[in-house]
Structure formats: C-alpha cells, structure tokens
C-alpha cells in the first residue's frame, strides 16, 4: 500500500455486478475506506436502490466505468466473457480489469483481447454463502478467506503486488496460481462436491417416490452431505460450462470409486473396504485437523 | 406411561455397550428418573470408571442383566448378533430385549431365535455426533431425534407402545416401521451419504498428490459434502456389511446419475443439465423448508 506513486486511496474504483461477491466487494471497499471513489454499475433498479440505500453510489450503464482506476467485474463467468469488449473500449489506458468469475481459464483467454494499455487479472475468493444477491452482501465476507489471482502473462508484477494489497485488505490471503491450474483444483475441491450432493439428492429422492417415509428417517448426515445441491443453478451452469473437461473428468472418476466400494461390498471383502475407508477418514482428518471446522 | 399394572418407575434397565448411543440413553433414563435402576454392562474398565463416576452402576459381565425387565442392546450391529443367544439365555420371561444398532433387518433375523417367553423389539435413534464413545454420550442426545421401532411379527403391540413411551420421556419421536424398510431407506439418506463423501475424499486427495495447492482453495462446500468421510470406520463397516445389498445398489444408482450429468456436461447440453440440476436443488429446498436447518 505505501508503493511509491500509487495508492488505493487515490483511486476511483467501479465494480460491475452488485451480487453476494460484487456487493461484498464493495461494502469491503467503503467499510475499510480503502479508496477515494466507488462506483457500483448493476441492471436491475431494485438492487441499485438496495445499494444506494447503503451510501454506495450507483449506475446503470456500463460507461460510468469510464474513469477507474479498477474495474471489478463481477457478474457470472460467462457474461464476464461477454462483456470484456465494451469493458476494453470503456477502459481508460493504464486501469486495471479485475474479474471475480468463478472458473478462471476461459475468462483469462478473454481478457487476452483487451487493449494493451489495459491492465488485466483474474480472481476468486473462496468463500461463498447460501444465499445469493446483494441483500446477502457482507463486508466481512473475503475475512480469512483464500483470495485466488490469477495473472495472464501479460500482467505485470506491480499489478498483482498492488491486488495482492487490496485483498489483503479486507482480510483475505491472496494466493497467487495460473488460471489453468486454479480451474483444475477447483473442479475437485468445489465443483465435482456440487455434482456429487446434486446425484445424491436425486437418488433419495427417487427411493422417496417408491416410501414416502424415506425422508422422515433424513438427520444431519444427509442434510450436509446434500447441502451443495440447493446452490443456485444458473450460477452453477456457468460454473459447470466453463470448466466442463475438468469436471466431467473427476465426475467419471468418483462414479468409479464408488462403482470400485460397490463391489468390494457386494462381495463382502471386509479388508479391502476397510483400508479403503480408513484411508479416506485419515486423510478427511487430516485436512481439517489444520482448518476451522 | 399410565398402563395398568406396568409403570417404568418400577422398572430395571439393563444397558450392554457404553458408547456414545448406550451411554447417552443410560444419562437420558437417569436424568428423567424413568425406571427405578439402571445396571451398565461394558468390557472395557475404563469406560466403566468413567460411567461409575457418572453415578451409574456398571458390571463388566453379561450375567448382569439377568434381573432386567429391559434389556438395552447398544453395541455395534454384528456385535448385538453375536450377543444375541447369550442375552437370550440369561434373560428372565417377560423381559424385552431392545436394540439400538444401525441396521435393523439382520437383527430381526437374529432375535426370531430368541426364546418365546422373552419380548424383542429392533429401535434405531436418527441422531448422532462426530464424536463416539461414553465421552461424547449426552442425555439429550434423543431430543427432537426420530426414534424409529421396529417390530418383529412376535412383538407384541403392548411392547411397543410400552417402548414408545419410554423414548417419547427422552424428547424423541417414535415412528414405527419394519426391519427391512428400514434398512432400505437409511440405505438411501444415511449410508450412502457416507460412501459419496467417502469417494469424494479419496478422488479430491488423489488430485492432492499431484497439485500441493489442492486443499489451499478448499472451503465449506467441500468440508462439509466430505464430512462423514471421517466416520469411525469400525462402525460404519459394520453397517455397511449388515445392509449390503441396498447400499451396493444405491451407490451404483449415484454412479450412473453422476455418469449422466458427465455426459450431459461433455457434449454441452445446457437445456437437459438445467432441468435435471434444478430438480435436484428444488427437492433439496423442498425437503430442508420444512426441517430445522
């Protein structure tokens, strides 16, 4: 932050899509009075008066970008891609378009069509809720969380130094990896869970349609482990078509897994299920042995 | 409660098996004052020491449970099988002999050799914790919990009302149901929620081992859709095996429905992903309105 020649709290930044992320984004951005200006460009009226009700300065069009330092664009992955060209004739030479998209890899081969006065990268903070919408915003949001950047080849140092800082100012913990590598580990760790807790939901529902108890005798297991499929479909379906290779790949692999259990259990081969498994709850208790549960 | 000539109040409870589900229906009797005397029967000393300093009395042999009007079997599955016999030979006539394993349906088979002076009754808390053994019991554990009994066709309807009551004292919910329905839907909304999260832990570390940055993006979608993953594996194998055909032919359900969503992904169908993954986020909505979150 104390770069010479440049501070966010000199800079005008716009943000382009005032959901759950974009909204958050800007309430962060305000709460910690990191920089001068902030201007918030969403569609809908409903959610630009949700907006200004909080003291944020609004528009409607997508020229108010015009004079910003940072560009946030923070809409779904697949209207992100379609608006990167009237964002690059928006832009002004020297800005930074930062996009919060959650699959990185086709974003990024998008953005390699801005003009070159234009600096670019991506990002993807990993933290999410439930609910969707600007009314679900929260300033609090990105605190502790991992904070993807992504660079292009064509970002320079500075940039991601100076993203770096701002994420970190609201509390989160940039982690810096290539697009391609990003939309890889996400697929196994965020992507295929939602796949998984979708094909769960519509098995126990078809056992429903046959015993209408089935549902009665539910308690917490299933409840987590079904959690992901209530996410909202149009998100996950540019989610999803965006990073389909990947994830179609580690869909066809957990089927086998499970294919694999299947018939270690039908045939009653308890010491192979049971170093499996014991496998499996090992390195479950691993991994959030370190974290907060 | 008020059944003539039985009251609870003048009852002896025996308890085989101290664990999380014994130990906390041994705190839930004692709390309520249900019966007149509770005998604990476990192997292991030390979680004898820990229930005695509890206050309640303990035995370390079966014989125990010889003066019992109830027996509570609270061991894992193919352990109360094994059991059973034994039990059967030193209970007095007149007494019933009530279990509380995971399955029901090789129970049931279990118990029709009981001797015919001697009531049985399957019953299954749909309630749990991450956390097993008599550390972790909790005399509230039942609470708001649905108590499913299941009946052999030897059981006579007065026993099960008589068991109704009793875990009704607890907070719990009786349903009653027979043993292999039973089985088939916690099959569906209880075991294979575990071998789903199971295979999804096993695919995501596989995908760890070649990508160290694997686990850095993790976040609550993947914590909590693997989080049975980390069940105690001993249990879980026991109810895996007593219940293996409708688990192996779930788990091969979820596979195909996971294969068809690979499919539908790989070539684009963008139409038939929507309303497949919008059933499935409409049901898991539908289900979870109506229920405690």
Chains 1, 2 share one sequence.
């Not at 201007?39 to 959610?47: G, H």
């Not at 699959?103 to 998008?110: F, G, L, S, V, W």
């Amino acid at each position: 932050m104390d770069e010479p020649g440049f501070a966010w709290r000199d800079a005008t930044v716009a943000i382009v899509g005032l959901g759950l992320i974009g909204g958050s984004f800007a309430l962060a951005l305000r709460e910690k009075h990191v920089c001068r200006k902030i201007i918030a460009v969403d569609r809908d009226p409903e959610t630009r008066a949700r907006a200004a009700a909080t003291g944020i300065e609004t528009a409607a069009a997508l020229d108010a970008i015009a004079p910003a330092d940072l560009i946030v664009l923070a809409t779904p992955a697949r209207a992100i891609i379609e608006l990167l060209p009237r964002v690059g004739a928006q832009a002004r030479a020297g800005a930074i378009v930062f996009d919060l998209g959650s699959t990185k890899r086709e974003i990024a081969r998008a953005m390699r069509t801005l003009p070159a006065p234009v600096q670019c990268l991506g990002g993807h903070p990993m933290c999410g809720k439930e609910t969707a919408g600007f009314a679900a915003a929260d300033a609090n949001l990105f605190r502790n969380a991992v904070f993807a950047l992504t660079p292009l080849e064509r970002t320079a140092p500075q940039t991601v130094a100076r993203i770096a800082a701002l994420v970190e100012t609201f509390g989160a913990r940039p982690l810096v990896l290539d697009a391609e590598r990003h939309d890889h580990i996400v697929a196994a760790i965020s992507h295929l869970p939602y796949t998984v807790a979708a094909a769960l939901m519509l098995v126990a529902a078809e056992r429903a349609r046959t015993d209408d108890l089935t549902f009665a005798l539910a308690a917490s297991g299933f409840r987590d482990t079904s959690r992901l499929a209530a996410s909202n479909v149009a998100m996950m379906l540019d989610i999803l078509l965006t990073n389909r290779e990947h994830i179609a790949a580690l869909m066809r692999a957990h089927a086998q897994a499970e294919n694999h259990l299947a018939d270690l259990l039908a045939r009653g081969d308890e010491d192979a299920l049971h170093a499996t498994l014991e496998r499996a709850a090992e390195q479950r208790r691993a991994l959030f042995q370190n974290q907060k549960s």
